[in-house]
């Protein structure tokens, strides 16, 4: 058999340390953790009757929220003065984007509204809505053994191109989970979500 020439085996054995150190590194790696279960919310599409049709179209602001809020991680406060997130789930998008996207898809459902869109769309509105999210957490408050879903939004009507603002309103509700499963919280958080969305609607559209 030929002998190898010295610098050969010198690679070679180099070469093998490197591919033995490279497998011990890897091997202390931290496992990643399975990707987090995501939940989306559904738009209102239920309006009385009797809703005015509108001749304006309308543009909605992306909400401002606490920074705590401004997430898609799905907040949970045991106490008044705290806030945390349920491990293993989050919303498809941050809270402000998704609140915002369901608001358009509310109004659009409405059949009453010339234009509706996000602000930044190039379409002219007649109004923006200014739109605050205040509350989206479940709450445990004095050691509750289930959440109550809170949902708190503010929204001010604001006239264009002047920016005037016409008109100012909280809408607000609370609603028990069934239980602590993941998907009864998250069909409450629905629920509650959309009782506020068509108060908005209903209120924003009877202001003409």
């Known amino acids: 058999m030929t002998e190898l020439p010295r610098r050969t085996l010198l690679a070679q ?17 931290p496992i990643g953790r399975p990707p987090p279960q995501l939940y989306t ?4 599409s239920t309006y009385p009757a009797d809703l005015p049709q509108v ?6 602001e992306r909400p401002s929220a606490p920074a705590g809020l401004s997430s898609a991680r799905i907040a949970v406060a045991r106490e008044p003065l705290t806030l945390d997130y349920y491990a293993g789930v989050a919303w498809v998008d941050d809270a402000p984007n998704m609140v915002q ?6 109004f659009e459902n ?7 869109g996000r ?18 957490q479940a709450e445990y408050f004095n050691a509750a053994a289930t959440p109550t879903i809170n949902v708190r939004i503010n ?11 016409i008109a100012s309103q909280g809408f607000d509700t609370k609603r028990p989970a069934p239980s602590n499963r993941m998907s009864d919280i998250v069909q409450t958080f629905d629920a509650a979500l959309g009782i506020v969305l068509r108060d908005v609607v209903i209120w924003t559209l009877r202001l003409s």
């Open 41 to 44: 919310l559904t738009p209102k």
């Open 119 to 136: 602000e930044g769309v190039s379409f002219r509105s007649d109004y923006t809505l200014k739109v605050e999210l205040r509350e989206f």
């Open 101 to 106: 996207r369901l608001l358009v898809e509310s």
């Open 155 to 165: 929204v001010k009507m604001v006239q264009m191109p002047q920016r005037t603002i």
């Open 55 to 60: 001749p304006w179209q309308l543009a909605i």
């Open 13 to 29: 054995g180099l070469a093998a340390a490197g591919l033995a150190g490279l497998t011990a590194a890897c091997s202390q790696l």
């Open 110 to 116: 409405s059949n009453r509204i010339i234009g509706v």
